[in-house]
Structure formats: C-alpha cells, structure tokens
T-cell receptor, first 114, second 112 residues
C-alpha cells in the first residue's frame, strides 16, 4: 500500500530537549516536504527536498533542520525545541515533476513543547 | 508571492443542504488548483483537482471549476452528509511544480 509514515503520532517534550520526527515513504517519490498546521494559518511549509542530498527552506524554517540521506526518508529535527513550535506536523511526498501531481500526506505528529 | 484565501469557518449545515466554500488565489503563471480534505485525526487527502482554466474537478459529489477570470476555485456539493464533516483546504501548486500553497482551511460541520 502506498503510504507516508510518520512517527511518533504524539510527542510531549520540554524546552531545549532535542527531538526527531521521522518520515518515510514507499512510493519512490523524489519530492518530500514538511508542513506545520496551526489554527487559522492552514499549512505552512517548513522545509522541502527535491531529491537525495537536496533540501531547501520553506516559509517557516527557523528552529528546524532536515536531512535527506536516502530517497525514502526525510526526518525533521528540532535541536532546541521551544513552546512556539507546539503544533501539528505533516510530512508529504509527491513526484517532483508534474505540476498536476497531488501530495500524499502522513497521519501527522502532534507535538507539545512545555 | 502566490497565495490562497478561503472563507473562514466553521460552516454548519444540516444534512442534504447545499454547500459552497469559497476559494480565491493569487499566482503568477498557470498554477494547478486542488481541494484537500482532512478528516478528524488524519492527514490531508486529495479531494479533487483542476489543472487549467475552465476545468472542472469532481469527486464524491463535490465539484469545483477553475475560473481564471475571477481567480477562483469554489467548492460545491449539492447535498451534504454527516460524513462530509471535515476540514477542507484549497491549494495551488505553482508553475514550477514544486511548491504547494494552502489556504487556512474551512471546517465543515454537518448535523443530522
């Protein structure tokens, strides 16, 4: 089954404690992206990757890091989380080429930073 | 830059009522337009799309027409069901084909 898998589903942490949210897709997609969803703001792009070792900033990259060492994986790293990073996070993937291609989303990670 | 504006919610309707959720966009070039739906506790999934002017996307009784002259892509359904309760996101994919920009989302509640 084609899917994007994120882990964990829920995460509560404290300010400053490094964490990683994993994302994996099994569709051989070139393009992967991270979004955060906040009430009234919709989805805002954090980082994206167009292929292995190719990553770039989205609209709200501050406080986040990513890596793309393998095509299937695109982890999101918060080196020193702060309360304003409390949010619902989604990983998504699609074929890089094709303006018409839809995004496939993971089920989301609800992060709370205390 | 490119942007998407949706009507604010929540929208509350009775079962079998007519639904319209307004969406307008600003973009250079000729983006593709999408509606995604998010059911409680789940990720977003594609509802329908349109790739050029005057195209109509449709799925599960929902429809939206790509109107270049009014830069709009309004979502409609003739008769909503309780199971349609969800958050609906209008989105565009830019001409370069890499970035998808989302509206703020509109929450729909359908009462039995």
């Amino acid at each position: 089954e084609a899917q994007v898998t994120q882990n964990p589903r829920y995460l509560i942490t404290v300010t400053g404690k490094k964490l990683t949210v994993t994302c994996s897709q099994n569709m051989n997609h070139e393009y992967m992206s991270w979004y955060r969803q906040d009430p009234g703001l919709g989805l805002r792009q954090i980082y994206y990757s167009m292929n292995v070792e190719v990553t770039d900033k989205g609209d709200v990259p501050e406080g986040y890091k990513v890596s793309r060492k393998e095509k299937r994986n695109f982890p999101l790293i918060l080196e020193s989380p702060s309360p304003n990073q409390t949010s619902l996070y989604f990983c998504a993937s699609t074929q890089a080429k094709g303006i018409n291609e839809k995004l496939f989303f993971g089920s989301g990670t609800q992060l709370s930073v205390l | 830059g490119d942007s998407v504006t949706q009507m604010e919610g929540p929208v509350t309707l009775s079962e079998e009522a007519f639904l319209t959720i307004n969406c307008t966009y600003t973009a250079t070039g000729y983006p593709s337009l999408f509606w995604y739906v998010q059911y409680p506790g789940e990720g977003l999934q594609l509802l329908l799309k349109a790739t050029k002017a005057d195209d109509k996307g449709s799925n599960k009784g929902f429809e939206a027409t790509y109107r270049k002259e009014t830069t709009s892509f309004h979502l409609e359904k003739g008769s909503v069901q309780v199971s349609d309760s969800a958050v609906y996101f209008c989105a565009l994919r830019d001409t370069g084909g890499f970035k998808t920009i989302f509206g703020a989302g509109t929450r729909l509640f359908v009462k039995a």
